[in-house]
């Protein structure tokens, strides 16, 4: 089984609508992250956690928010989805900021 | 500042051939670290290597090799008879532990393409 999992792994949304992205990890982890990637422009972080009660903004938050369910937990939302946050999505893991993160499979999201 | 240059937005050579991916990275830390992500055309990420600031001794792991010069503030990789597999988009990130609130930050990468 897959260490960092995303559900869903495509999505296909209206202007307007919620959605939310879900990451879980079984590598034991206390920092998580969510990224987006759009091309040309490499990888953009969103949100990052530490531990469940310490979540920070990214470099592009606006539109975006998170929830650190559980250790092994950390879910995305789009509270009202716009066409430009179409992307794909990465959440990822790691034991340290100087150690490599571990990424999910992407989550493929449209916004139409 | 923290930022990561990949000025080469995309290579295409012939399979055999060598082909070195650049990367610049610009860092006011003493300590930080460097890494290599691949992404294949079925889009996961994969990490390649971390080296440290510290550590400026090259690095071989079959045909990647990995070239660290602090002088220059550059931290290229290099396919060795390069295969249709090593297709991809390959990325270069920085960390700086002490400054950037852990954060990673990511080169707009490099894609690369092997023609048979």
């Known amino acids: 089984d897959a260490d960092v999992t995303q559900t869903p792994r495509n999505r296909i949304t209206k202007t307007g609508k919620r959605i939310m992205l879900e990451c879980s990890q079984t590598?034991?982890?206390?920092?998580m992250y969510w990224y987006r990637q759009d091309p040309g422009l490499g990888l953009r972080l969103i949100y990052y956690?530490?531990?469940?009660?310490?979540?920070n903004k990214g470099e592009i938050s606006d539109g975006y928010s998170v929830s650190r369910q559980a250790q092994a937990k950390f879910s995305l939302s789009l509270e009202s989805a716009i066409p430009n946050q179409t992307a794909l999505y990465f959440c990822?893991?790691?034991?340290?900021?100087?150690?490599?993160?571990?990424f999910g499979p992407g989550t493929r999201l449209t916004v139409t | 500042a923290q930022k990561v240059t990949q000025a080469q937005t995309e290579i295409s050579v012939v399979e055999k051939e060598d082909v070195t991916l650049d990367c610049v990275y610009e860092?006011?830390?003493?300590?930080?670290?460097l890494f290599w992500y691949k992404q294949p055309p079925s889009g996961e990420l994969v990490f390649l290597i971390r080296?440290?600031?510290?550590?400026?001794q090259n690095e071989i792991s079959g045909r990647y090799s990995w070239n660290f010069q602090k002088s220059t503030s550059s931290f290229n990789f290099t396919i060795t008879a390069s295969q249709v597999v090593d297709s991809a988009v390959y990325f270069c990130?920085?960390?700086?532990?002490?400054?950037?609130?852990?954060?990673?930050?990511f080169g707009s990468g490099t894609r690369l393409s092997i023609r048979p």
């Open positions: 590598k034991g982890h206390d920092r």
């Open positions: 956690s530490f531990d469940v009660k310490d979540i």
């Open positions: 080296r440290n600031s510290f550590d400026e």
């Open positions: 990822a893991t790691s034991d340290s900021v100087v150690y490599e993160q571990y």
């Open positions: 860092t006011r830390d003493t300590t930080y670290y």
């Open positions: 990130a920085l960390s700086e532990p002490y400054s950037s609130a852990s954060k990673i930050i």
